[in-house]
């Protein structure tokens, strides 16, 4: 039984966090002994205590994209205490203080790559680069992120290409009838720059025009909240867009959508677009990142170019306007889910990277089971 530690910044509400936390529970149902370290809790800590994962929070603020010694150093001590047979990071914070903790340990360090990291300056992708020198295996999400990879000196050889991926709904969820309410637009991001929700408002302003009672529900939270609410009411969509904040029931939201709208101008694979093709919600996305490996345009959704908000809009209008476009849409979405973005899938290539990466599935440890508890 191979000990795990994971890594992440936070359990806020971020689609890397939620990845984080879906593979401790599904990795804690395969047998393995799993624990998530990080720097705060959020959220997503109560998944993980249903779950019976053990949660160790080791600073009281949170760290997000930056250099934290006091976290690497709790992190080193956590490491050295348990015995992990591997430890696998996700997100710069995190990436930088587990390549500090595992230094000069035999400890193996896996990276995932979730984004194109478009904010990063000349700093960030030194402590990068020598991150991912540091892991003995580095897993992009996407074709766009393993190539950027490259760029930076990355050998190929380090590089897994394994795609986001959800399990599917217990049940299949219903798409509301738009009869008799407004068509609803959704949107399910947290609140950041690269999530591109300014120029995803100016399409809001635009289809106004043609559709004055559509309705834009922006499920997610961060730190653009307050300035995304105030462009909102700038532009006088008050009343057609409404800001949820944070929500752990996503899969039933998606089911009120008549579209999900995805305008980033950075990304690596969205869960939402996975979530939302096993929903059979019609999806419209910016051709950024790692999205055009998700969705063949015209196919299982439709691109637009990143930025480009008239672009967005009139996306926007033909799903809602054209019932046989948007029933085709839904249709060929929920085929992708089942034969691409399998989530079982996902888990085996990554166990097999642990395997790879020195991790056996059973050395015979004697070290005692790890507590599910918190500090």
């Known amino acids: 039984m191979r000990r795990i530690l994971l890594v992440v910044d936070s359990l806020g509400v971020g689609g890397a966090e939620r990845h984080v936390v879906d593979l401790a529970r599904s990795s804690a149902a395969r047998g393995e002994q799993v624990m998530v370290a990080c720097s705060i809790g959020g959220p997503l800590t109560s998944d993980l205590e249903q779950a019976g994962v053990p949660l160790r929070c080791l600073t009281r ?32 914070a995190s990436v930088t203080a587990a390549a500090l903790a595992t230094l000069r340990t035999d ?29 003995v295996h580095v897993i992009a999400v996407s074709d766009a992120i393993a190539r950027r990879l ?5 050998a190929a050889e380090k590089i897994s290409v394994i795609r986001n991926a959800v399990p599917p709904p217990v049940a299949a969820v219903a798409v509301r009838s738009s009869i008799g309410r407004a068509p609803t637009v959704g949107v399910v991001a947290r609140l950041v720059a690269e999530k591109g929700l ?12 043609r559709v ?5 529900v922006v499920a997610g939270d961060g730190p653009l909240r307050p300035a995304l609410k105030a462009r909102a009411s700038r532009l006088e969509l008050g009343a057609n867009v409404e800001f949820l904040g944070f929500r752990d029931d996503v899969c039933q939201l998606l089911g009120s959508f008549d579209v999900l709208a995805v305008h980033s101008l950075a990304e690596g694979t969205p869960l939402s677009i996975v979530e939302a093709m096993w929903a059979g919600v019609p999806i419209v996305a910016s ?6 490996e998700q ?38 979405g929920r085929a992708r889910a089942r034969s691409e973005f399998s989530h079982e ?9 642990y395997a790879r990466a020195g991790a056996p599935a059973d050395r015979g440890s004697a070290t005692e089971p790890l507590e599910p508890a918190t500090v």
């Open 61 to 92: 603020r949170l760290v997000k994209r930056r250099l934290s010694l006091v976290y690497a150093w709790r992190l080193r001590r956590l490491v050295r205490r348990e015995r992990f047979d591997l430890v696998h990071a996700h997100l710069y």
């Open 295 to 332: 969705i063949a345009d015209e196919r299982d959704g439709l691109l637009v170019a990143r930025g480009d908000s008239a672009a967005l809009s009139r996306a926007l209008l033909r799903v809602l306007e054209d019932d046989e476009l948007a029933s085709r849409l839904r249709a060929a």
């Open 345 to 353: 899938a996902m888990l085996d290539r990554i166990l097999a990277v």
């Open 150 to 154: 490259r760029e930076r000196g990355v």
């Open 107 to 135: 400890v193996p360090l896996v990276v995932t790559e979730q984004t194109e990291a478009p904010w990063q300056a000349w700093f960030a992708l030194q402590l990068s680069s020598w991150s991912h020198g540091r892991a």
């Open 212 to 216: 004055p009672g559509v309705r834009f």
């Open 198 to 209: 300014d120029v995803l408002l100016d399409a809001a302003l635009a289809l106004r025009e």
């Open 287 to 292: 051709a950024a990142g790692g999205i055009p």
